[in-house]
């Protein structure tokens, strides 16, 4: 049976002297330094992680470089597959970045600024490759397409760019259709609402895009906790959930995680 | 076994086929830990030089197949010869003789290798496609690829999978909504395939790249 991957996500950006360091934040804010990139990556491997994603949030021509040094080192030494995103514009980027050893490429901005991203990465490289990534916010107006009932308010869910800072108007649910028809062969989906809140994932919203699309979802942003993870899997049909601070701060391990899913039933490898 | 002490002997030499698809980093790393060197070649003398021989890829089969159209007799020749061929993902459905996937894009005429006879067919519709993420393997015959191997995890992304005419060639199989084969080989032995990524499976993968290496220093 397929099992439900766990996924931690390293968020790297350079630190003071140019080296690239991981940092976790709250609502896409308020970063704190929590380690070197390439060791961690060691250490999830050995504690069973099942994948991993980095995200390059420097946003610079410099930490591109860094970042691509970082998945090669980190793809030379761990056999997991590793997705990479942060900045990805052209088809020339997510080339790079498949060549440093990336099996996937995470696309937000980009994609939402030309569509045929999509369709040109997954004509060139493959489906499997491209995963479009969301960075979604509850709007309580009547402006969206799909609305779902949020502790009894209609609520629809935007796509944003640049990390939360600037809305796009467009409708979570209707991208993630799109973004499926035009070939992403994966859906990533965070909330803006539930980053760094540990108060579980936005179910609601993970809820609305499974159920609109039938490639794989990565639940992302606000867990808190094995159970916070169980929830997104049974309740809202993810394929996968990723979690940063909780594993990054020693809070819970891979294997709690884990071994917490596997007593209830979840399918997950041990 | 000790990766690192069989990765200072190297203990046989194994080319990768170039045919200009994708990502060829991590397959060459995870079969130089497993103690092979590596050649990435398009060149026919050099998989004939070597001990044993990888076909990759990823993507779509017809692109595949049309990609590796020029060096269609010299894979076979590998085969012939009895060494070792070992196809990952794409390159396992490219072992076999016709794919659904190049009828959906309006050409039944593209043809594998049909070095296991047989046809690779697409998940049913209501399933998420493609089957990606780990899964286990159920061992279902003897074969030194799968040494040291049963109930494992290993790591998938496709769309379609492999039916072999002969049920003989399934050497283990994966239960994705049906059971369908995840490694298949042919009646000789020498000629064998993963759906899933060995490079990408942690070290289960790496298990089953020793044993291909194992396998190439043995036909030596």
């Given at each position: 049976m397929l099992t439900k991957r766990i996924i931690p996500c390293i968020d790297v950006d350079l630190d003071d002297d140019g080296n690239p360091a991981v940092y976790t934040g709250v609502h896409f804010q308020d970063l704190e330094y929590t380690g070197d990139p390439v060791e961690m990556a060691h250490a999830y491997n050995e504690a069973g992680a099942d994948e991993f994603v980095f995200l390059d949030?420097?946003?610079s021509a410099d930490g591109r470089e860094t970042m691509l040094s970082v998945v090669e080192q980190v793809a030379d030494e761990v056999f997991i597959p590793l997705t990479v995103g942060g900045g990805i514009r052209t088809v020339e980027d997510i080339k790079e970045t498949l060549r440093a050893g990336a099996d996937k490429v995470s696309i937000t901005t980009g994609a939402l600024e030309r569509p045929e991203l999509i369709n040109e990465g997954a004509r060139a490289?493959?489906?499997?490759?491209i995963v479009i990534s969301v960075d979604a916010r509850r709007r309580f107006?009547?402006?969206?397409e799909h609305f779902v009932d949020v502790d009894g308010e209609s609520c629809w869910f935007e796509c944003t760019k640049k990390g939360g800072r600037?809305?796009?108007?467009?409708d979570v649910v209707e991208w993630a259709k799109e973004a499926e028809s035009r070939g992403a062969g994966e859906l990533f989906v965070n909330s803006i609402d539930a980053?760094?809140?540990?108060?579980?994932?936005?179910i609601p919203l993970t809820k609305a895009v499974c159920d609109a699309v039938s490639t794989p979802v990565i639940a992302s942003s606000g867990c808190g906790g094995p159970e916070d993870m169980y929830e997104v899997f049974t309740d809202?049909?993810?394929?996968a959930g990723l979690a940063a601070s909780i594993f990054h701060f020693g809070e819970y391990s891979i294997e709690e995680t884990k071994s917490y899913l596997d007593e209830r039933d979840i399918p997950v490898r041990l | 076994m000790e990766s690192t002490a069989v990765s200072e002997q190297e203990l046989a030499s194994v080319a990768i086929v170039d045919?200009?698809?994708?990502?060829?980093r991590s397959v060459t790393r995870g079969l130089e830990r497993a103690g092979a060197s590596v050649e990435i070649t398009e060149d026919p003398a050099e998989f004939r030089a070597a001990d044993g021989v990888v076909l990759p890829g990823v993507g779509a089969f017809r692109e595949g197949v049309e990609n590796a159209d020029p060096l269609r007799e010299d894979l076979l020749a590998v085969a012939d010869r009895g060494q070792p061929l070992f196809g990952i993902c794409l390159g396992m459905q490219m072992l076999?003789?016709?794919s659904e996937e190049a009828e959906t894009a309006?050409?039944?005429?593209?043809?594998?290798?049909?070095?296991?006879p047989g046809t690779n067919v697409r998940f049913a519709e209501?399933?998420?496609?493609?089957?990606?993420g780990w899964n286990e393997l159920a061992v279902e015959r003897d074969h030194p690829l799968v040494e040291?191997?049963?109930g494992e995890h290993a790591y998938f992304v496709h769309s379609y999978y492999a039916v072999p005419?002969?049920?003989?060639?399934?050497v283990a199989t994966t239960d994705y909504d049906r059971r369908f084969p995840s490694i298949v080989a042919n009646e000789a032995g020498n000629v064998f395939g993963t759906q899933f990524h060995p490079e990408k499976s942690g070290e289960t993968g790496l298990q089953i790249l020793r044993n291909f290496v194992e396998i190439c220093a043995d036909a030596e």
């Open positions: 949030i420097t946003a490289f493959g489906s499997q490759c107006d009547d402006e969206g600037e809305g796009t108007g467009i980053d760094g809140t540990k108060d579980g994932y936005d809202a049909g993810a394929d | 045919y200009g698809l994708g990502n060829l076999l003789t016709t309006g050409d039944a005429s593209v043809t594998g290798l049909d070095l296991i209501g399933q998420k496609v493609p089957h990606m040291g191997i049963d005419d002969d049920e003989s060639a399934t």
